[in-house]
């Protein structure tokens, strides 16, 4: 019997409601300096009204239930890049270069060693993003947390000139979408993953050939940060639009970008997909559209571009050291197409 990521216990249908029933109090707070609207993978807040001045580009975000494996395995310092990469590049996408990052971490009881391997995490991956880690919070919270568990999120914010924020609005039908391959599963669908690789410490800890390597190593691989690459694409080239692939996969973040009455074409073998993505579905028994809705089967980053850059710009971001493909194009119609 298939297993879907709502068995595994996240409702998204219920996300979504609340987005919608939260908007009218959060619109509430807003001033004649926010631009744009929820929906962008940044919030906006313009430091002037000058159509060429800077605006304030943030983002939060956490890790997910990816935390569960790295309590199982008593491995800590990688976890905090995840939680660095989930917030960085969801601001990039705007064309904002991310400048500070603070980390929340609550855990039932303070364990010196342990708070300084998740932080040396977290600093990796801001040296990675090419951001600076200027506070925090730790909390001690006994008996809310389960003993040696906690739990982490983190908050990054950056600027962007009002004139050069990037956000779909020029996308027009023929463009082409570039995908940029994910480091693995990121830090997206573990309620689901969890399910189909338990968190048993003697079965992570082997080694599977498909993989080529542990199911920890690749359960645990963090979350590719793109900021350094995305920054220098842009002050390069002309990119319309970019989508990071995270919660709700590419059905739910590629039409963040992509203005009404436009749709995408996905082209799913124009790229091989990792063996982890394979294995997720051959366990989960689940079809395809609804790997694509909770995955990001391989493709962490999206950008759109004209269709005469295509080639130049997919060449570049290999020359770059990513892995960028080809793998669809803007369509007349609405939301996403798996062909």
């Keep these: 019997m298939a297993i879907d990521y709502k068995e595994a216990g996240v409702d998204v249908e219920a996300g979504y409601s609340a987005v919608k029933m939260m908007k009218e109090y959060v619109k509430s707070t807003y001033d004649a300096r926010v631009v744009g609207d929820l929906g962008s993978f940044g919030g906006f807040y313009a430091l002037d009204d000058s159509p060429t001045g800077d605006v304030l580009v943030a983002g939060t975000d956490g890790v997910g239930t990816k935390l569960k494996y790295a309590f199982v395995l008593g491995k800590h310092d990688t976890i905090g890049i995840d939680a660095v990469a989930m917030c960085v590049n969801d601001i990039v996408c705007q064309g904002a270069r991310p400048l500070i990052f603070l980390d929340y971490i609550a855990l039932s009881k303070l364990v010196p060693e342990k708070v300084a391997e998740i932080v040396k995490g977290v600093a990796t991956g801001c040296r990675e993003a090419g951001c600076a880690l200027i506070g925090g919070e730790t909390a001690e919270m006994p008996g809310f947390y ?4 906690y739990d982490i999120a983190g908050f990054s914010c950056g600027t962007a000139k009002r004139d050069k924020i990037i956000n779909g609005a020029n996308i027009r039908e023929g463009d082409v979408l570039i995908g940029l391959a994910s480091s693995g599963i990121h830090s ?3 309620s689901l993953v969890r399910k189909l690789f338990p968190p048993v410490k003697e079965e992570l800890m082997r080694y599977d ?5 542990t199911y920890a190593d ?3 691989t963090p979350t590719r940060i793109y900021v350094k690459t995305i920054l220098a ?3 390069r080239y002309e ?11 590419f059905i739910e973040n590629i039409p963040r970008i992509i203005p009404a009455g436009l749709g995408v074409r996905i082209v799913k073998d124009s790229y091989k997909l990792p063996a982890i993505f394979e294995m997720l579905r051959e366990r989960s028994g689940i079809e395809d559209r609804k790997m694509y809705n909770t995955f990001n089967m391989g493709i962490g980053m999206v950008v759109c571009v004209s269709p005469k850059l295509a080639k130049e710009v997919t060449e570049y971001l290999n020359a770059q050291g990513e892995k960028a493909y080809v793998i669809g194009s803007v369509v007349k119609g609405e939301g996403v197409e798996l062909v």
Aim: glycine share 20%.
């Design 233 to 235: 694409l842009i002050a």
């Design 239 to 249: 990119v319309k639009g970019i989508a990071h692939i995270t919660g709700g996969g």
């Design 209 to 213: 050939e498909r993989l080529g390597s």
């Design 218 to 220: 690749a359960l645990l």
């Design 188 to 190: 997206n669908g573990y």
């Design 146 to 149: 389960a003993e040696d568990e």
